[in-house]
Nanobody, 119 residues
């Protein structure tokens, strides 16, 4: 079992910034995939940013140049720095991680943190 706890969401005006944090209940570099997803009302959950197995990063086109995913191995925390926020970024943001064993690959989700971009 891997515990993921998000924080840092809130209400921000368009053009503003927020930094989301995902505290992980184990050494993060023991995990396989790590990513941030979001789900807006009435929409499907979408992948926002992720780390590849080799440590490279990927972003959905709508956030490229504005969002940055990062992680701190010493603190076991993953971050999502969000700049130049737009109303369409409003969603619940979820931390996601996978852990592979010999038998299977397990997926874990955080509880989500609400981000609202509005004037």
């Amino acid at each position: 079992q891997v515990q993921l706890v998000e924080s840092g969401g809130g209400l921000v005006q368009p053009g503003g910034s927020l930094r989301l944090s995902c505290s992980v209940g184990r050494r993060i570099f023991s995990l396989d995939d790590m990513a941030w997803y979001r789900q807006a009302p009435g929409k499907q959950r979408e992948l926002v940013a992720s780390f590849t197995d080799s440590g490279h990063t990927n972003y959905v086109d709508s956030v490229k140049g504005r969002f940055t995913i990062s992680r701190d191995g010493a603190k076991n925390v993953m971050y999502l720095q969000m700049n130049s926020l737009k109303p369409e970024d409003t969603a619940v943001y979820y931390c996601y991680a996978t852990l592979a064993t010999i038998e299977r690959k397990y997926a874990f989700w955080g509880q989500g943190t609400q981000v609202t971009v509005s004037s």
